[in-house]
């Protein structure tokens, strides 16, 4: 169940708020490794003087308390969907006020695009945060430079290896070194803020809009580095419901933004204080400079296990975002394994495993470098920044009914400055952009030819199915009964499943219960035990069930057919058969959707793990009978 719990101690509010700086601002917390960094070293480098350094602090001061602390930590938190976050628990939330609008359905195309590039963030998150990390290594000693591929490589390789096997037990160090990384963050710019407090004047916004004044095209080109700053803010709200919104708002505010802010203004007033030679080679890698020659390794090593935390963050929530999805019915069933038998959402996908591993392995071996990697993150981020953005827009004038006069003037701030991050970083799109633009463009296509083919497959299949409560009738006194239970698995909540058709048509028998049973995804997280089961009886031993369960929750069929007493008995496994129905599509003549896509959808179909996986059926139990569909 979600962590949101308006009686919070105080006590357990603080285990929270701990426990969240170790998961979810791991992502957010590696941005000094390269943000400021590319910022002057990047695609368009700046000159390196006292206004372009304290523009450019400035710049992330003002970003980091509009996007993060004003647009996500402190509005958009409290978009919650019975307690989760995430964008398409945002969606499923908008969607029940707006549903029968004529407009409900962009609503959703926006939702099904953002988790799209959530895709290509999560591939290029764990390979840029490593790779700025070992690349620290070169600091220390230039000679190792060959080896920074190759380490970087084995790190993310057994990142991805270990998942499997769960994050349980490394899980429970991630809180401390999280922790040590940011104090050792804020330490850092202390010493040179302390030794050069003329830096503390970037907190006037004056010096961020002077920056523009000075460089204008260069300063909006410079937006796409400064956007790296507040890379993984869309995190907070995804992982919502693991922390809550109080806890999660108290590690921000009173700890993680502080220890961040420290060391950018710490990384300003370092380069400030050098010399120009010295400032030069210093801006290749600033974090790294921060610290005394003596610390600098260690401080590799850290930063490097900071960097592989902030990736196991992403890898889960790309995991938690897939579940989500595919209970939603946007991607086909897939195999889910779960590593911990206490906590459901500790979950493992394969298929998406490896899928993120092979696209990280490539991204490093073809961009080579952080700052090329960088290139490519921004624009995944700022799209999914400006949909959010959108999505608030529709939730303060439908959902929360916000005076226009007050809506309008809030929602105009956050487009102008999503907005314009997002343009900065189309400028990148041919130095590396492209990338996670492609990945989205083919999720996307993947996410609604499946959403489209499961709609028109259930319209085709509702215009020839007979109401069951007619077939009960017409088959009791005309088909021999014989012992047991027949339980036929129906994906609409009416209708005679073609399975159970096929079986009369035959087998020319029926047990002696037959149970039409029928789960259903909500549009909310969780549904609670007392609404989970819906029987009708039909008399002379049929009976329908409807199981109910949240799009975060997992449907373990056989457990709740255990709590059923009102439906002739009780459910013995093995005295119990499953029937499945197995659709092999045909193209129709009139295609509901374009052939290409109804054949991508055949494909999608044909792959799909079956229902016995997803439903965690008695594999020595299940029947799977075939028919032909047409859509």
């Given at each position: 169940?979600?962590?949101?719990?308006?009686?919070?101690?105080?006590?357990?509010?603080?285990?929270?708020?701990?426990g969240?700086?170790?998961?979810?601002f791991?992502d957010?917390?590696?941005s000094?490794?390269?943000?400021?960094?590319?910022?002057?070293?990047?695609?368009?480098?700046?000159?390196?003087?006292?206004?372009?350094?304290?523009?450019?602090v400035?710049?992330i001061?003002?970003?980091?308390?509009?996007?993060?602390?004003?647009?996500?930590?402190?509005?958009?938190?409290?978009?919650?969907?019975?307690?989760?976050?995430?964008?398409?628990?945002?969606?499923a939330?908008?969607?029940?006020?707006?549903?029968?609008s004529?407009?409900?359905?962009?609503?959703?195309?926006?939702?099904?695009?953002?988790?799209?590039?959530?895709?290509?963030?999560?591939?290029?998150?764990?390979?840029?945060?490593?790779?700025s990390?070992?690349?620290?290594?070169?600091?220390?000693?230039?000679?190792?430079?060959?080896?920074?591929?190759p380490?970087?490589?084995?790190?993310?390789?057994?990142?991805?290896?270990?998942?499997?096997?769960?994050?349980?037990?490394?899980?429970?160090?991630?809180?401390?070194?999280?922790?040590?990384?940011?104090?050792?963050?804020?330490?850092?710019?202390?010493?040179?803020?302390?030794?050069?407090?003329g830096?503390?004047?970037?907190?006037?916004?004056?010096?961020?809009?002077?920056?523009?004044?000075?460089?204008?095209?260069?300063?909006?080109?410079?937006?796409?580095?400064?956007?790296?700053?507040?890379?993984?803010s869309?995190?907070?709200y995804?992982?919502?419901g693991?922390?809550?919104?109080?806890?999660?708002?108290?590690?921000?505010?009173?700890?993680?933004?502080?220890c961040?802010?420290l060391?950018?203004f710490?990384?300003?007033?370092?380069?400030?204080?050098?010399?120009?030679?010295?400032?030069?080679?210093?801006?290749?890698?600033?974090?790294?400079?921060?610290?005394?020659?003596?610390?600098?390794l260690?401080?590799?090593?850290?930063?490097?296990?900071?960097?592989?935390?902030?990736?196991?963050?992403?890898?889960?929530?790309?995991?938690?975002?897939?579940?989500?999805?595919?209970?939603l019915?946007?991607?086909?069933?897939?195999?889910?394994?779960?590593?911990?038998?206490?906590?459901?959402?500790?979950?493992?996908?394969?298929l998406?495993?490896?899928?993120?591993?092979?696209?990280?392995?490539?991204?490093?071996?073809?961009?080579?470098?952080?700052?090329?990697?960088?290139s490519?993150?921004?624009?995944?981020?700022?799209?999914?920044?400006?949909?959010?953005?959108?999505?608030?827009?529709?939730?303060?004038?439908?959902?929360?009914?916000?005076?226009?006069?007050?809506?309008v003037?809030?929602?105009?701030?956050?487009?102008?400055?999503?907005?314009?991050?997002?343009?900065?970083?189309?400028?990148?799109?041919?130095?590396?952009?492209?990338?996670?633009?492609?990945?989205?463009?083919?999720?996307?296509?993947?996410?609604?030819?499946?959403?489209?083919?499961?709609r028109?497959?259930?319209?085709?299949?509702?215009?020839?199915?007979?109401?069951?409560?007619?077939?009960?009738?017409?088959?009791?006194?005309?088909?021999?009964?014989?012992?047991?239970t027949?339980?036929?698995?129906?994906?609409?909540?009416?209708?005679?499943?073609?399975?159970?058709?096929?079986?009369?048509?035959?087998?020319?028998?029926?047990?002696?219960?037959?149970v039409?049973?029928?789960?259903?995804?909500?549009?909310?997280?969780?549904?609670?035990?007392?609404?989970?089961?819906?029987?009708?009886?039909?008399?002379d031993?049929?009976?329908?069930?409807?199981?109910?369960?949240?799009?975060?929750?997992?449907?373990?069929?056989?457990?709740a057919?255990?709590?059923?007493?009102?439906?002739?008995?009780?459910?013995?496994?093995?005295?119990?058969?499953f029937?499945?129905?197995?659709?092999?599509?045909?193209?129709?003549?009139?295609?509901?959707?374009?052939?290409?896509?109804?054949?991508?959808?055949?494909w999608?179909?044909?792959?799909?793990?079956?229902?016995?996986?997803?439903?965690?059926?008695?594999?020595?139990?299940?029947?799977?009978l075939?028919?032909?569909?047409e859509?």
């Amino acid at each position: 169940m979600s962590a949101v719990n308006g009686n919070q101690t105080p006590s357990a509010k603080v285990k929270l708020a701990v426990g969240a700086i170790g998961i979810v601002f791991g992502d957010i917390g590696t941005s000094p490794l390269y943000a400021f960094r590319e910022t002057f070293y990047g695609p368009h480098q700046l000159t390196i003087d006292d206004a372009h350094i304290l523009g450019v602090v400035s710049l992330i001061f003002w970003s980091m308390t509009l996007v993060v602390s004003i647009q996500y930590v402190s509005l958009i938190l409290r978009a919650d969907n019975k307690g989760e976050g995430g964008t398409l628990a945002l969606v499923a939330m908008i969607g029940r006020h707006i549903d029968k609008s004529n407009y409900g359905w962009i609503t959703v195309l926006l939702g099904v695009f953002a988790t799209a590039l959530f895709y290509g963030d999560s591939m290029i998150t764990p390979a840029v945060s490593v790779l700025s990390a070992v690349e620290g290594l070169v600091v220390v000693e230039r000679r190792l430079a060959p080896l920074v591929i190759p380490i970087a490589l084995v790190l993310l390789i057994g990142l991805f290896m270990i998942q499997k096997r769960g994050t349980n037990r490394i899980g429970k160090l991630f809180a401390p070194v999280m922790l040590t990384y940011f104090t050792t963050l804020a330490v850092l710019g202390i010493i040179h803020i302390i030794q050069t407090p003329g830096i503390l004047a970037a907190l006037n916004p004056w010096y961020a809009i002077n920056f523009f004044v000075l460089d204008k095209w260069l300063a909006f080109l410079a937006l796409g580095s400064v956007v790296l700053a507040v890379t993984g803010s869309e995190a907070l709200y995804a992982d919502m419901g693991h922390f809550g919104r109080g806890p999660m708002r108290l590690s921000w505010f009173a700890f993680v933004m502080p220890c961040l802010l420290l060391n950018y203004f710490g990384q300003g007033a370092m380069i400030i204080g050098l010399g120009d030679a010295a400032a030069a080679e210093a801006i290749k890698n600033p974090f790294f400079f921060l610290a005394p020659e003596a610390f600098r390794l260690p401080l590799v090593l850290l930063a490097t296990a900071a960097t592989v935390i902030a990736s196991q963050a992403v890898i889960s929530g790309a995991f938690s975002i897939t579940h989500q999805a595919i209970q939603l019915g946007f991607i086909p069933r897939l195999s889910i394994l779960h590593t911990n038998q206490q906590h459901h959402g500790q979950i493992y996908i394969p298929l998406v495993n490896w899928a993120l591993l092979v696209a990280v392995i490539l991204l490093v071996l073809f961009f080579k470098n952080s700052s090329n990697l960088a290139s490519a993150y921004g624009i995944a981020v700022t799209g999914a920044m400006l949909i959010d953005t959108c999505l608030m827009a529709v939730l303060f004038m439908a959902v929360w009914k916000w005076k226009w006069w007050l809506a309008v003037p809030a929602i105009s701030v956050f487009f102008i400055v999503d907005g314009a991050y997002f343009a900065a970083n189309a400028a990148k799109i041919p130095d590396g952009g492209w990338f996670p633009l492609l990945i989205g463009a083919i999720a996307f296509t993947l996410l609604t030819t499946w959403a489209r083919g499961r709609r028109l497959m259930r319209m085709r299949m509702r215009e020839a199915e007979l109401p069951l409560d007619i077939f009960a009738k017409s088959a009791r006194n005309s088909t021999a009964r014989v012992p047991g239970t027949a339980i036929f698995m129906n994906s609409g909540s009416s209708g005679t499943p073609s399975a159970l058709l096929h079986n009369i048509k035959h087998n020319k028998v029926l047990h002696d219960r037959v149970v039409v049973l029928t789960v259903k995804i909500a549009d909310v997280p969780y549904v609670e035990e007392e609404n989970r089961v819906v029987v009708t009886s039909l008399d002379d031993g049929f009976y329908r069930v409807v199981l109910n369960y949240g799009f975060m929750q997992e449907t373990d069929v056989p457990a709740a057919l255990k709590t059923i007493e009102m439906c002739g008995g009780p459910f013995e496994m093995m005295k119990t058969s499953f029937f499945l129905s197995r659709q092999t599509l045909l193209t129709a003549e009139k295609p509901g959707m374009a052939i290409w896509r109804e054949k991508l959808f055949a494909w999608m179909m044909r792959n799909a793990a079956t229902p016995m996986d997803f439903f965690r059926l008695p594999t020595n139990r299940v029947v799977e009978l075939g028919s032909q569909v047409e859509i």
